[in-house]
């Protein structure tokens, strides 16, 4: 079991940078992935960039060379740096864990990029 809390969402302008972390309850060193997700209004939640506990990295196309996932599984946390933000990354964006084959949400973290 592990509990989530996300942190480091708000108000960006275009172009501008956020960095959220994630939070964990436990070691996650034994974690096999760590992600974040994100739900726009009226969308389904769509995963935005997956992490392993071996450093591998995936993301969505549409925040390939913008966004970069890490951890540190000294201090139990999982960051994502967003970069040159776009209208279309406003989202409430959720940090997710499977442990021992259950999924596991924080409550999420709402990003909003406007002028």
């Known amino acids: 079991q592990v509990q989530l809390v996300e942190s480091g969402g708000g108000l960006a302008q275009p172009g501008g940078s956020l960095r959220l972390s994630c939070a964990a309850s436990r070691s996650i060193f034994s974690i096999y ?4 997700y994100r739900q726009a209004p009226g969308k389904q939640r769509e995963l935005v960039a997956r992490i392993t506990n071996g450093g591998s990295t995936n993301y969505a196309d549409s925040v390939k060379g913008r966004f970069t996932i890490s951890r540190d599984n000294a201090k ?5 740096q967003m970069n040159s933000l776009k ?3 406003t989202a409430v964006y959720y940090c997710n864990a499977i442990v021992d ?6 409550q999420g973290t709402r990003v909003t990029v406007s002028s």
């Open 33 to 36: 992935a760590m992600a974040w």
């Open 76 to 80: 139990n946390t999982v960051a994502l």
């Open 87 to 89: 209208p279309e990354d």
């Open 101 to 106: 084959g259950l999924i596991y949400w924080g």
